[in-house]
Nanobody, 125 residues
Framework: QVRLVESGGGLVQTGGSLRLSCAPS????????GGWFRQAPGKEREFVAS????????YYDDSVKGRFTISRDNAKNTVYLQMNSLKPEDTAVYYC??????????????????WGQGTQVTVSS
């Protein structure tokens, strides 16, 4: 079983920034599509961003375009989500995800096979 561990969540004010990191238990995260989803209380889990195995193709939900950037460093075996210009509506538990198909499939069909435990992001004001 692939295990993913997120870190970097916290409490920030509107307009602030956070960077989330996702580290897998597997030796080669580069074998997997990477991505991020989020879930606010009482709402469905929603897609945030995805990235292909090489980092060359990325997808974003419209709500975060221009503010969030997904990236990966395969040498460090880590996927990141840089979040800028945070808004209160970004408040949610953020989950790292990994898949076996494509970043497009993860964006369009939410195709994932593995999940982290989540990290809380709270944006005040």
């Amino acid at each position: 079983q692939v295990r993913l561990v997120e870190s970097g969540g916290g409490l920030v004010q509107t307009g602030g920034s956070l960077r989330l990191s996702c580290a897998p238990s597997e030796r080669r995260f580069s074998n997997y599509v990477g991505g991020w989803f989020r879930q606010a209380p009482g709402k469905e889990r929603e897609f945030v961003a995805s990235i292909d195995r090489s980092g060359g193709s990325t997808y974003y939900d419209d709500s975060v375009k221009g503010r969030f950037t997904i990236s990966r460093d395969n040498a460090k075996n880590t996927v990141y989500l840089q979040m800028n210009s945070l808004k209160p509506e970004d408040t949610a538990v953020y989950y790292c995800a990994a898949g076996r198909t494509s970043s497009r499939d993860m964006a369009v069909s939410h195709a994932t096979g593995y999940w982290g435990q989540g990290t809380q992001v709270t944006v005040s004001s």
